[in-house]
Structure formats: structure tokens, C-alpha cells
């Protein structure tokens, strides 16, 4: 089961910019679609970005322009750059790892799975 970290939250100004960095453990980090969430006090959690096995890239409305979501699969990483951050991007941001269907990879099949990183805070305020 691969297991998540984020890191990279933080406070930071309005405008201002900030990178996310979700970590991953365990095995076959390639096969994963991987996205990006976040959630604001009161609210329901969101998707943000994501990025697939094959690294095609998709954006929430709100982000397009603004957010950049990577991998770097050697590294078994998942990157969210944020720049022209606003308040209203605010929230903790969760790392997805999501496999649609049994997938064979490294000698050994894997069922489809979500597994969720721990969180980590951006707060967008002067």
C-alpha cells in the first residue's frame, strides 16, 4: 500500500507563491493517478489538479493559470506549484493516490486503491 507525506504548506502573502510536495512509499508510485485536494474550514473537500500515470494534467476552474501540478516518478514525488495565491486558495491540501484498475507492474498485480496523505495547511492572508 503506497503511503503519502505532504510537505511545503505555509503562510504566505497575497500574490505570493508556494510548492507543495507529496512523498510517496512504497512501490510502483508510476501506475498512481495522482491529485491534488483541498479543503477549507466548513467546506467540502475539493479537487484541485491531477496528473495520471501517462502525466496528463487537469485543473479545477479557479486554479487554471495559477497552479502547476508535476511528478517526478525516479523520486517518487507529486509536485503542486502555487503562484498568484489569493485567500480564497486557503485550506489544508491533501495528496490522492488513485488506481482505477488491476494493474500489473514489477512482477505482481495491484487493485485498485485511494490512498490519502496527513495534510498540509497554506494560509493566504497579509
Known amino acids: 500500500q503506497v503511503q503519502l507525506v505532504e510537505s511545503g504548506g505555509g503562510l504566505v502573502q497575497p500574490g505570493g507563491s508556494l510548492s507543495l510536495s507529496c512523498a510517496a512509499s512504497?512501490?510502483?508510485?508510476?501506475?498512481?493517478?495522482i491529485g491534488w485536494y483541498r479543503q477549507a474550514p466548513g467546506e467540502q473537500r475539493e479537487l484541485v489538479a491531477t496528473?495520471?500515470?501517462?502525466?496528463?494534467?487537469n485543473y479545477a476552474d479557479s486554479v487554471k493559470g495559477r497552479f502547476t501540478i508535476s511528478r517526478d516518478n525516479a523520486k517518487n514525488t507529486a509536485y503542486l506549484r502555487m503562484n498568484s495565491l489569493k485567500p480564497e486558495d486557503t485550506a489544508v491540501y491533501y495528496c490522492?493516490?488513485?488506481?482505477?484498475?488491476?494493474?500489473?507492474?514489477?512482477?505482481?498485480?495491484?487493485?485498485?486503491?485511494?490512498?490519502w496523505g496527513q495534510g498540509t495547511q497554506v494560509t493566504v492572508s497579509s
Open positions: 490522492n493516490a488513485h488506481l482505477e484498475k488491476l494493474t500489473y507492474y514489477g512482477g505482481r498485480y495491484y487493485s485498485p486503491r485511494d490512498a
Open positions: 512504497g512501490r510502483a508510485f508510476s501506475i498512481y493517478d
Open positions: 496528473i495520471t500515470s501517462d502525466t496528463s494534467t
